[in-house]
């Protein structure tokens, strides 16, 4: 990153804090006008005090307004205003955050005194923290509350990806294939097995995947530390992200109409044109004197532009929603398309939700009932030959046609001495493979309360998830590589079908005794989940009258068939304790047991304790202020579980398929055989979390600060580290609880909002620092290494374990004089131009024990800065996201800079020559690898990079229009995602996402994240 950008962004929050702070102090000058009107004759002069109702302290800083005009004042640090009206009958508008706004008509006064009301809805915010709610303001623990509508103004698939740059400690990672799901991360890597968070919908456990619409969303919390979570006990380990969805309200029926389309844009690669290609290839060839291929000059294929299309997105809703007194109800529905920017690659959802309430006397009853069919086409299919389009197009050379009618099915691609590439043709596979997943999922719950009296509440509440899926795979004739075996028709089908079982009880007891406000809660779950899948496959399909396939499975031969069933159980028993004395010191102690049917019965049973507590300094008598709010200091320390594992990995697997020879007469008989090995001592896995934070509230709630620092140890980690085959394993690696984990971070959030007159606006910026570390791996092990990774115990997991490059050979006295201590010629085949290596342990030669630790592919840190305002009927939004500090590896330069295989090139590139020697590309050759290398720091760049995530507008129509056409509300809004992007990084994208969390900073063909640009209507009557 060029270092005047690099010396910006490191002083963002210095700069935010300065804006902050300036700006309360200009506006609430004295007489500071917000408008430039000239002066009238007819002018009057009105003065008054604005003062607050709860304290009768005066309230600087309130805007004073005539309203309907743009004449405004605001109050003085003493709470006094002074301003000028244009008319006796002007009104003037009293506003300030936290308060509810004032209007009082002048009528010849001229002096006005206003008493503000706090606005007691905003002030005293609710948050969901799992079987209950708080108030925000008495939380002890870590919770981030993410506004809906931040939510609904992305173009995304999942909620998670929605969710990227909103809160502190949340690390966001995904792509834009259709329905790709994208990876998150709270507070760090937890344990090995690179887990998501516990999703909790309605009260419902359960995952808001593809197949879960974010339009229904109303509120969103995320449970971030151990006391928080901890009444989720054994799932928790992750964090936990509570999602409530829309209810009616009272008044009639209220419809909201939606409708976004967009237009999504895949990055390109730089390549070579054919007349780059043609020279560079040649060059390789010759520099190898090895003879030249007999390339195609007469084809000029840009594989790019044949894969690559303009996308479409489609995100139409519908609600409708109302309720009366002892009632509500909301039902919603959704179709989401998603045409890829990769040719055949889609993805459709349909929607349909109903939740609804209502209350009889001491009784009441709900329900929250949610019905999706998703539909995903995917290009490629699990074979060994298959491609992935992000690579092919750059392994695919341009003098490769994207038709040829010798190759069977008709179809371009690599041939001896003339393309010798393996790369796969996209274009075939896309046409030669059909392949399609649909899943059709119901998930609700019903529950019911019983209130007695005031102060107890029983709750029962039942849930139920199913999934059907469905899975078709058709593989038609042809080929799409070079020297691909000739493979007859081919149909894979399989049925499934998922189920959850959930039953909750619990009891809550409140009340307040003077001071004392005592909150408890008792309760116990029961939750079932049950898997069961049948497949079947044929070969050999028979051709219909159309020239397509019979792809039913009664239809050819070769039969195979196969199936299975899964089931875990987890019951539990849990209880919360909530304290508060006087609004002042306040304490939440919880426990959970939890026993799960994935572990034996010697260690089924954990129990997951945590406590927090808080002081909130602002509401002693000692203390003063009239700048801060509320100051409130906390502390928490909790216990959470993770059983992430298999159904039946303590258990061995028996194999029943084979058979033995016995006997004089040789008689073959069925046999059993242990293919796995099996632990019957696994336990859980648990996190110990420890939580310093503090919450400030200052100028009238204009700013915000929560700030965060945790340590979270994760003991007994449950994984299956690699063992020799030679032990009769053939199951997988067996698991054990093994390695230990430890999290050490800070974060914080600070925002900023205010009022003056029609224009609203806040900010927020969130940082979090996260260092990862790998305590110890257990099972006797020093070290894991995968790839270019390496993982050892004290250091964070998946560290950069690669050999260290060191310039270029200039001539042959370099290479010759380049010696270890006895003088032995380390790089002696090496030639002129080509990569100096670092011989490590100065042996004389380059192996791979000379390979070292050069870098993480962890970030120093990760930030957020979000924006909003509004003005009259026009509003605006953005949305920065930034990572800072991570060493990645580049895969698509590893491939198209190596020069040993044959592949297209990057563009420009100036390759070392005798004549060109001022460079730091080495020589081109073919079929060497001495400068190809993989494990080299070739590929290693900085991952640095800031984007604008998400930027906004939006118009809504002016009150006396909507109301001339029959409507309560009609917006148009204008939005683009991931369209401007910081960074130094040389691949397609440097916000990439990979599953292995061993090789979490290698980007080998990840599907980027897509420029999107999308337009809505929003309507309500």
């Known amino acids: 990153m060029p270092p005047k950008i690099t010396v910006f962004l490191q002083r963002i929050p210095l700069l935010f804090l300065c804006l902050i702070l300036s700006g309360n102090t200009l506006f609430a000058r004295d007489g500071f006008s917000l408008s430039n009107e000239e002066q009238l004759e007819s002018q009057s002069i009105v003065r008054g005090k604005v003062i607050s109702e709860s304290d009768g302290l005066p309230l600087p800083g309130v805007t004073v307004q005539v309203k309907g005009t743009n004449i405004g004042v605001v109050t003085n640090f003493d709470g006094t205003y002074e301003i000028e009206v244009v008319s006796p009958d002007a009104v003037l508008e009293f506003s300030y955050v936290g308060f509810k706004t004032q209007e009082v008509e002048v009528a010849g006064q001229s002096t006005i005194d206003i008493t503000l009301v706090e606005d007691v809805s905003l002030l005293n915010e609710v948050v969901v923290v799992g079987y209950g709610t708080q108030q925000k303001e008495d939380l002890t623990s870590a919770i981030s509350v993410v506004a809906a509508e931040q939510i609904s103004k992305r173009q995304s698939t999942t909620v998670a990806e929605s969710l990227q740059g909103l809160a502190s400690g949340v690390t966001v990672r995904g792509g834009g294939q259709p329905g790709q799901e994208a990876k998150i991360e709270i507070r760090g890597l937890k344990n090995l097995q690179n887990a998501n968070p516990l999703y909790v919908i309605d009260g419902l456990v359960t995952s808001a995947n593809r197949d879960f619409n974010p339009n229904d969303i109303e509120s969103i919390q995320i449970l971030k530390d151990a006391a928080a979570a901890a009444i989720y006990g054994s799932r928790a380990a992750n964090g936990v992200i509570i999602i409530t969805t829309k209810n009616g309200k009272d008044g009639p029926m209220e419809v909201n109409v939606s409708s976004k389309v967009s237009f999504t844009e895949m990055p390109r690669y730089d390549l070579a044109g054919q007349e780059e290609f043609v020279r560079l290839n040649n ?244 939750q079932k989940d049950i898997y069961e899948q049948i497949n079947g496959s044929k070969r050999n399909l028979l051709v219909n009258s159309a020239g397509g396939y019979f792809d039913v499975l009664d239809l050819g031969d070769q039969p195979q068939v196969g199936g299975f069933r899964n089931e875990a159980s987890l019951l539990s028993y849990l209880g919360r304790l909530e304290y508060n004395f006087d609004d002042r010191y306040l304490l939440n102690a919880v426990l959970r047991r939890d026993g799960s049917s994935r572990f034996s019965d010697e260690h089924k049973w954990g129990n997951f304790p945590s406590l927090s507590v808080a002081w909130r300094l602002s509401n002693e008598s000692f203390f003063e202020s009239n700048l801060i709010d509320d100051l409130k200091l906390r502390a928490s320390y909790g216990e959470l579980g993770s059983g992430n594992i298999g159904n039946y990995e303590y258990l061995g697997f028996i194999n029943t398929f084979g058979a033995i020879v016995m006997g004089r007469d040789q008689t073959l008989l069925p046999s059993a055989t242990q293919v796995r090995l099996a632990n019957s001592q696994l336990r859980w896995e648990v996190l110990k979390q420890t939580n310093f934070g503090v919450d400030l509230s200052m100028y009238n709630n204009r700013i915000g600060l929560t700030a965060d620092y945790f340590i979270a140890r994760t003991e007994d980690v449950l994984f299956g580290f690699p063992i020799l085959l030679s032990t009769g394993n053939d199951g997988g690696n067996p698991i054990s609880n093994a390695a230990t984990v430890e999290n050490r971070g800070f974060e914080f959030e600070l925002s900023y909002r205010d009022t003056k007159g029609d224009f609203e606006y806040n900010a927020s910026l969130n940082f979090t620092k996260l260092t990862n570390e790998l305590v110890s791996l257990g099972s006797g092990l020093n070290e894991s290494i995968q790839g270019n990774t390496i993982t050892t115990a004290g250091q964070p997991v998946g560290m950069w374990y690669v050999l260290q490059t060191d310039g270029l050979f200039q001539s042959e006295e370099e290479i010759q004089s380049y010696t270890s201590s006895d003088g032995t010629v380390i790089m002696p085949g090496a030639q002129p131009g080509d990569i100096r290596f670092k011989d490590v342990n100065d042996d004389g030669e380059i192996t791979n024990e000379d390979r070292a630790v050069v870098g993480s592919p962890w970030p120093d840190f990760e930030m957020g800065l979000n924006g909003n305002a509004s003005y009259k009927g026009f509003d605006f939004s953005m949305n920065w996201i930034g990572s800072f500090g991570a060493t990645v590896y580049n895969g698509f330069r590893s491939i198209i800079d190596r020069f040993d295989d044959d592949s297209n090139y990057r563009a420009g590139i100036q390759p070392w020559t005798p004549e060109n020697p001022n460079t730091d590309f080495p020589r081109v050759v073919k079929a060497s690898t001495l400068n190809a290398r993989g494990d080299s720091d070739r590929w290693l760049e900085d991952g640095t990079f800031v984007r604008l995530k998400y930027i906004g507008v939006g118009y809504n129509l002016p009150e006396d229009i909507i109301e001339r056409i029959g409507m309560e509300n009609v917006r148009f809004s204008l939005s683009a995602q991931n369209i401007l992007t910081f960074t130094e990084y040389g691949g397609l994208d440097p916000e990439f996402s990979n599953g292995n969390i061993f090789q979490r900073g290698v980007d080998f063909g990840s599907f980027p994240n897509l420029e999107t640009y999308s337009i809505g209507l929003d309507l309500r009557f």
């Open 283 to 526: 060059m390789a060839y010759d520099n190898a004197g090895i003879p030249r291929q007999d390339l195609d000059l007469t084809v000029n294929t840009d594989w790019q532009e044949e894969v690559f299309r303009t996308g479409f997105i489609q995100d139409q809703n519908v609600s409708f929603s109302g309720g009366g007194n002892n009632s509500s109800y909301f039902v919603s529905g959704n179709y989401f398309g998603n045409k890829g920017t990769v040719i055949s690659t889609e993805f459709d959802r349909v929607s349909f939700r109903v939740n609804s309430q209502g209350e009889k006397g001491i009784f009441s009853l709900g329900e929250n009932l949610a019905l999706s069919n998703s539909k995903s086409n995917d290009i490629g299919a699990p074979e060994a030959m298959r491609g992935n389009p992000m690579i092919d197009v750059i392994r695919l050379f341009p003098t490769i046609p994207v038709y040829d009618e010798n190759n069977p099915g008709g179809y371009g691609y690599g041939k001896s001495g003339v393309a010798n590439t393996f790369a796969a043709n996209p274009v075939a596979i896309a046409n030669l493979i059909d392949q399609q997943n649909e899943n059709f999922r119901i998930r609700g719950n019903v529950w019911a309360e019983l209130e007695p009296w005031s102060f107890l509440k029983y709750r029962l509440n039942v849930g139920y998830e199913t999934s059907f899926d469905n899975y078709f795979y058709l593989r038609k004739a042809g080929s799409w590589t070079l020297n691909q075996p000739v493979e007859e028709t081919r149909t894979e089908q399989n049925r499934a079908q998922f189920q959850t079982q959930l039953i909750e009880n619990t009891l809550t007891f409140q009340e307040e005794f003077g001071k004392h406000n005592v909150s408890l809660l008792v309760g116990n779950t029961y």
